[in-house]
């Protein structure tokens, strides 16, 4: 079973809060990811990392911000909270080397901006 | 951008019946991957397929990649309240990246 960590588990908060989503995975994978999902719909990739200090923007444009100093950990920022803001988001690693990219999902953050 | 495209998007169906779902695209994937998701939870990778043609068995879960690479289906027999879900395809492309199909909503009732 994949240990990956996200808190909160719920978030809700008001506009023009600065909010940071935790991920920490114990696996040692390099590569780690966020997406964003509204309920049951497909996964937009936002951000992504291949090791310490390694962090890239991912198809879907996203205000938030990312980084990686350590490789369990892949905290996710927005600086000042909108409604628009209003998703699901998930974390995610993959193993170093693995051919197919198979990834290992947190339980995600799922937030409310009023 | 890979698009993937998943049909039906909505399934809802009786105890013990069978299934089908299809993920299709113009595209060439080096390997496609089933997940399903819960709920409030994250999505859970089911099966991984690599080789054009290929079919793998997962209990009543039947995955098979077209020859062509770019399509593939999930088939389930008789189907169960505990296979409710969101399934969602994958595809991995160059860069070791992955596109997700938009899902296919499942609901067995008993």
Same mark, same amino acid.
């Given at each position: 079973?994949?240990?990956?960590?996200?808190?909160?588990?719920?978030?809700?908060?008001?506009?023009?809060?600065?909010?940071?989503?935790?991920?920490?995975?114990?696996?040692?994978?390099?590569?780690?990811?966020?997406?964003?999902?509204?309920?049951?719909?497909?996964?937009?990739?936002?951000?992504?990392?291949?090791?310490?200090?390694?962090?890239?923007?991912?198809?879907?444009?996203?205000?938030?911000?990312?980084?990686?100093?350590?490789?369990?950990?892949?905290?996710?920022?927005?600086?000042?909270?909108?409604?628009?803001?209003?998703?699901?988001?998930?974390?995610?690693?993959?193993?170093?080397?693995?051919?197919?990219?198979?990834?290992?999902?947190?339980?995600?953050?799922?937030?409310?901006?009023? | 951008?890979?698009?993937?495209?998943?049909?039906?998007?909505?399934?809802?169906?009786?105890?013990?019946?069978? *299934? #089908?779902?299809?993920?299709?695209?113009?595209?060439?994937? =080096? %390997? @496609?991957?089933?997940?399903?998701?819960? /709920? &409030?939870?994250?999505?859970?990778?089911?099966?991984?397929?690599?080789?054009?043609?290929?079919?793998?068995?997962?209990?009543? *879960? #039947?995955?098979?990649?077209?020859?062509?690479?770019?399509? =593939? %289906? @999930?088939?389930?027999?008789?189907?169960? /309240? &505990?296979?409710?879900?969101?399934?969602?395809?994958?595809?991995?492309?160059?860069?070791?990246?992955?596109?997700?199909?938009?899902? #296919?909503?499942?609901?067995?009732?008993?």
């Amino acid at each position: 079973e994949a240990d990956i960590y996200q808190t909160p588990r719920y978030l809700v908060i008001g506009t023009g809060k600065k909010i940071t989503l935790e991920c920490s995975q114990t696996m040692g994978h390099d590569k780690m990811y966020w997406y964003q999902q509204d309920p049951g719909m497909e996964l937009h990739l936002i951000h992504y990392s291949y090791g310490v200090n390694s962090t890239e923007k991912g198809d879907l444009s996203s205000e938030s911000t990312v980084s990686r100093i350590r490789t369990e950990h892949f905290p996710l920022t927005l600086e000042s909270a909108r409604p628009s803001h209003t998703s699901q988001y998930l974390c995610a690693s993959s193993e170093p080397g693995g051919p197919y990219n198979e990834q290992f999902f947190g339980p995600g953050t799922r937030l409310t901006v009023l | 951008t890979q698009l993937l495209e998943q049909s039906p998007q909505f399934l809802s169906i009786q105890e013990g019946e069978n *299934l #089908t779902v299809y993920c299709n695209s113009s595209s060439v994937f =080096s %390997s @496609l991957q089933w997940y399903r998701q819960e /709920p &409030g939870e994250g999505p859970v990778l089911l099966v991984t397929v690599v080789t054009g043609g290929e079919v793998k068995k997962l209990k009543r *879960l #039947t995955f098979q990649f077209g020859d062509a690479r770019k399509d =593939s %289906s @999930l088939h389930i027999t008789a189907a169960q /309240p &505990g296979d409710t879900g969101l399934y969602l395809c994958a595809g991995a492309y160059a860069g070791n990246m992955l596109t997700f199909g938009g899902g #296919t909503r499942l609901m067995v009732k008993p």
